[in-house]
């Protein structure tokens, strides 16, 4: 009969002490064995009470065995060393009828100790639980990044850097002519311009005639000099020379070459060439940014307030998705809808394809087209031109826009995110806007100091743009000496933000545009502080 045998707690016996399990094993081939758990045992070992077993080839490795249990067996606690099920694992556990198996110096351990043990293990567990928390928080920090604060609005000042500050300082005297671009700021003197003349406008009378035709009226008063032409009528007193100043009674026909001054009484009949454009003034530009399609309360509130927003800003940029290829199949009804929903803007609107205007829809090319016959242009079709001068890329890259306003050269550029339908077209498209935003900012370096870059797709995205970001990345570092914001439409759940020195570039940030939403996003431009703020929806606020 072969016994299992471990240890108790209860057991009462004497310890007695086999030096050596291996010879105990050898003592008894036939009656004693190892299974890797527990000791075999005969029959006639039921009366013996073992404590210890000092093993002579291990000697510092004490087991310990308390007693036979009710089921007469004896636990071994320990890796027996010496043949191949002499191994087991090191435990420490509370048997429900037997005792603590533990290593001996643990058991014989002072109390103090054990507590030191066990306050010192909490502690590293509470180290290690503090750790991982940290980590999972810098690692929403970085995927979070982009947001410079939890409000939706921000202001960012520009450092000087290495950038050439353009000479924004009035003149001190007024040019020979009229200039072909408008000045920053307004002249200390008026220059000469050819445009009409209004009501309530005072200036002295020019030095010599308006005209080199007679007037149709008499003259009140005799003229000191001559006229070119004898009058049609006769004055009612003879002059003895002509008069060397203007009428008083405004000529009936516009004056074949403009005056040196404008007179003090508009012209009945508009001038024979259109008047110029007012000038731009002032160092402050005003802008809004959106993107995506406004569904529900949000598409009503586009509806109901577009045509609210403040006249004292110049222009909105939609950054692509006002389209969804899944529920409308991208029709050409889609596109009207569009047209239709964002000429209510009380500002011009320029349109950026996103990935939902054409390259997400079902027929790619159809859908493309459907977008520049709506939305090419489409900053002219509702609004008078733009008081600036807009370039676009030639065909087929005539999405792609630039003008400069104030100080800041706007650049928007084709740049989707989804499907490469065709690689060729692809990578061709991304060449062309690098190459468009490198020779607008060569064509316009002296009338700009801030570069305001405009995409659909997120630098952060799989890499199926890398071949447009990363040239980008290294023409901002090395070739580009001023400071530059690339906007961009959020991606997935992200929210608006702005981020600072991105790519570890100097003066290079990059903000992201909440779309779906209203109100749009209102940018200001400083131009004289270098300052540059957003606000996703609390402007409303404040009006």
Known sequence: MMNRIRGNSNAQAEDQSIHGVGSLISGHPDGISLDGESLVLPSEFDDMSFNTFNDSRAPDQNIRIVGPGDDSTIGIPAIMKGSENEKRKDEQQMEPGGGLCAPSWLLDAPSWLKIAIVLSTALLVGAVVLLTVAAALNSSADKD??????????????????????????????????????????????????????????????????????????????????????????SHLPSTRPSSFPSIVRSYLPTVFPSVSPTNIASEVPSISPSETPPITGSKTVFYLTAGRPLDQMLEAFEDSLGDLPTNS??????????????????????????????????PVYFLP??????????????????????????????????????????????????????????????????IHDQDEWDARQKANIEWISSQFTTHRAKFEILILMT??????????????????????????????????????DSAGLQEAYQDIDDFVVLVVKGDTWPPMMVTIDIQTGSFSWDQGRWLDKN
């Open 145 to 234: 990044a982009k947001s410079s604060s939890a409000t939706d609005s921000g202001n960012f000042v520009f450092t000087p850097g290495t950038r050439t500050p353009l000479d924004l300082k009035p003149t001190s005297a007024p040019s020979d002519g009229p200039s072909t671009q408008p000045s920053l700021h307004s002249t200390s003197s008026p220059t000469i311009t050819h445009r009409p003349t209004f009501q309530g406008e005072t200036y002295p009378p020019s030095s010599f005639p308006t005209t080199f035709f007679p007037s149709i009226l008499p003259s009140v008063s005799p003229t000191d000099i001559p006229s070119y032409t004898p009058s049609e009528y006769p």
């Open 314 to 347: 110049d222009f909105m940029v939609h950054l692509g998705d006002f389209n969804r290829p899944l529920v409308t199949n991208c029709v050409e009804e889609s596109y009207e809808v569009a047209d239709s929903l964002y000429s209510r803007s009380s500002v």
């Open 354 to 419: 996103g990935d939902n205007e054409y390259n997400d829809c079902p027929n790619p090319s159809e859908a493309f087209g459907f977008w520049k016959q709506y939305m090419l242009g489409y900053e002219s079709k509702y609004w008078p031109p733009p008081r600036w001068e807009l370039e676009r890329d030639e065909p087929p890259y005539e999405p792609n826009f630039a003008f400069v306003l104030r100080g800041v050269l706007y650049v928007g550029v084709n740049l989707v995110g989804g499907n």
């Open 456 to 493: 659909h797709a997120d630098p952060d995205t799989p890499d199926t743009n890398d071949g447009f970001f990363e040239p980008l990345f290294e023409m901002v570092k090395s070739d580009f000496n001023v400071p530059t914001v690339l906007i961009h439409r959020n991606w997935g759940t």
